[in-house]
């Protein structure tokens, strides 16, 4: 049945009858439109931006600044003292850059295409908390297999060196990071490598990329090393679980907090 000219529509509601919304469905494609070219072209002038900007910024200090070089400590305390500059430098080129692949040159909307589409927060919560456990598990694994007496971590001086670059350096790990590299590997590199090799191998690549290029703040150390692994593969599970980003963000969040939280806590003692 169905009345033109004014009737009604069998398929109409009823007078006060709701219709009930849409099925949610996931914000992050199955099939970008980018390739896996693009995702390790993208990754790889976000590192040159870091390496770039931190040797300027490091030039700078020792133009500027010389004082003892012969000092190999106070060297090194110089360098790591260029780090925030230099990141922030290389986030601002990195979000440039991830905002003309996704809008410039595949025309997507920016934050529906990388799955930061609008979600409740209150949702969030437990992979937030679920990142802190295994930060935990990490540092328990440390406690039982600790480093040599002789292993110094890339960030050691830099964050025992006043409140002001910890709380700087927090902002930066906690903050900025998480969201910049999962836009990057589960957002841009994981989707273009699952199209082509599926989930598992697509993973293990993200994660294998993602666990070396924080191999220079851990050096060989396996323990911290593990922990950054399984995080990887975590992250890259629940992108591919909930086809949103915003799990994996706050699951990396909780993280980097959690691993933040002693060395805040051993600061204020102090």
Known sequence: MNLHDGGISEDAPFPGEQIPPPPEQPDLPRNPPWRIWEGLLLLG???????????????????????????????????????????????????????????????RPFRHALGLGAYSPA?????????????????????L?????????????????????LILFFVIAVVLAPLMEEVMFRGVLLPALRLR?????????????????????????WPALLGIGVCGWLLAWMRERTGRLWHSVAFHVGFNFMAFLPVIFLDLLA
């Open 123 to 143: 949702r969030l919560l437990f992979p937030f908390c679920g990142g802190m456990a295994l930060q935990i598990a990490t540092v328990i694994l440390v406690a």
């Open 197 to 221: 090799f599926g989930f598992p191998v697509a993973a293990l690549a993200v994660t294998t990329l993602f666990t070396a290029m924080h191999a220079f703040q851990t050096g060989a150390y």
């Open 145 to 165: 297999y600790p480093p040599a007496d002789d292993h110094q971590f890339a960030f050691d001086i830099f964050l025992h060196s006043g409140a002001a670059p």
């Open 45 to 107: 002038l976000f590192l040159l931006a870091q390496l770039i900007a931190s040797g300027i910024a490091a030039w700078l200090v020792y133009q500027f600044a010389p004082g003892d070089l012969g000092n190999g400590e106070l060297e090194l305390e110089r360098v790591l003292f260029t780090l925030p500059p230099a990141l922030a430098v290389s986030y601002l080129a990195g979000w440039l850059a991830v905002y003309w692949l996704v809008v410039k040159r595949h025309r």
